[in-house]
């Protein structure tokens, strides 16, 4: 497909001012930036888009908003990146109005995808891993795009089904054992690749927080009130509420979502923040409600460290310091330290890897400029010569790298440069 100008002409002035801030990133730079368009962007039959994660064939929810924020800057003055994020936008709520329980899905109806037992299928789904966070990522993407051109022409009957559809799920999710016909079993040697309890899930109590199956990294949630997802969603309810209302009049639903935001963030408030011995009080990654929780993070976005940079909270929020310097430890069992670098990996790769994805988020969630410079001479020197970002590198040897063709990571990279 034919690349905006306009996305052209910023790759090289990202370049140029990478040159300048740090120029051992700048080799990275233009090439990270246009990955996602020139890679994983198809315009469909119908003019709408379908944007892929990289090295698989489908398109997330949660990936492709992530790939496509870099670029919606941009549409204040091109015309063609306004038409491709608008053709997301009716795919994501095509996706979203067909089953808001997905994940991933395929361009086109076929059976090319997971085979698992769970309680609705169809030729468009990937894989039907529920995660609140995927459809969090579309309330953004419209969010974002609407925040930077005013332009209504988005707001159809088919985004409306959308929004609506969003705050009923993550509304019936508040219930999840009353309420809820999801579950989700697939025939597997791996557990974090399925739920537990028949596909239900590990019991959980009613704590006004909604449910999610899995993380951010397609991995199953222990304890289903997943706290990065529970935070992104009072964000994201916020902004459904803002769009119920410029582009609708809706003010039902606009009250629905800001009432769930507030029961959300009660939840978290109340059950997800932990007396820790060393750091004070900080935020659980996971909890059920009934006194469990897990202490750890993810270098998954949204996670723990992501706070800020989702907009649930101040860099210098007392307890997300708290949090931030205990994820940023040895005390997180998957912040890991090597010869190559230390940060947060994920138990989607395994021990002693890191994700570039942490790295660049950190950089994103301080204003400690040696912190910053830290975090950018590990990026320079962990991309085994690819000049791309990676899913995961070994702590010792970066050169061992998981996913060299990893969109949402470039997406991310490129992004924080231009905040240098």
Request: charged share 25%.
């Amino acid at each position: 497909m034919n690349i905006p100008k306009e996305l052209l002409e910023y790759a090289d002035k990202l370049e140029q001012k990478t040159q300048k801030t740090y120029p051992a990133l700048a080799p990275l730079a233009k090439r990270c930036y246009l990955n996602t368009i020139e890679t994983t962007v198809k315009e469909c039959e119908n003019g709408d888009y379908f944007v892929i994660t990289g090295d698989i064939p489908a398109l997330w929810l949660r990936d492709s908003a992530a790939q496509l924020r870099p670029y919606i800057p941009q549409c204040t003055e091109s015309s063609e990146m306004c038409e491709i994020i608008k053709g997301v936008i009716r795919r994501h709520a095509f996706y979203v109005s067909l089953d808001p329980y997905s994940n991933a899905f395929n361009e086109t109806a076929h059976p090319e995808a997971h085979k698992d037992d769970t309680d609705f299928s169809s030729d468009y789904i990937w894989e039907r891993k529920y995660e609140v966070d995927s459809l969090c990522a579309s309330v953004f993407l419209v969010s974002d795009y609407y925040d930077a051109t005013g332009d209504k022409s988005i707001f159809t009957p088919e985004l409306h089904t959308m929004l609506e559809k969003i705050v009923d799920t993550f509304t019936k999710e508040q219930k999840h054992a009353e309420r809820s016909k999801y579950y989700f079993r697939r025939n597997t040697d791996c557990a974090a690749d399925t739920l537990p309890n028949n596909g239900k899930g590990n019991p959980v109590g009613c704590t006004g927080m909604t449910w999610s199956g899995f993380r951010p990294s397609d991995d199953s949630c222990v304890y289903n009130y997943l706290i990065p997802s529970e935070m992104m969603c009072v964000v994201a309810m916020k902004k459904a509420a803002v769009l119920f209302e410029d582009g609708f009049r809706d003010t039902e639903n606009s009250a629905r979502c800001l009432r769930l935001s507030n029961e959300v963030n009660d939840g978290i408030q109340k059950f997800a923040i932990v007396e820790h011995h060393k750091y004070g009080r900080i935020y659980a990654y996971e909890t059920d409600g009934l006194g469990n929780y897990i202490l750890m993070d993810d270098a998954n976005s949204p996670s723990l460290l992501s706070a800020p940079y989702i907009g649930y909270c101040d860099k210098n929020d007392p307890v997300y310091l708290n949090t931030r310097r205990f994820i940023l430890s040895k005390d997180n069992p998957w912040y890991f330290e090597g010869k190559a670098a230390h940060g947060i990996g994920s138990p989607h790769t395994g021990k002693d890897t890191i994700w570039h994805i942490s790295l660049v988020m950190q950089i994103l969630t301080t204003d400690n400029e040696a912190e910053k410079h830290e975090c950018l001479k590990m990026l320079s020197e962990t991309h085994a010569g690819t000049f791309f970002m990676h899913e995961s590198f070994n702590k010792d040897d970066a050169s061992d790298f998981t996913r060299s063709w990893f969109a949402w990571a470039n997406a991310l990279f490129a992004q924080m440069l231009g905040t240098l």
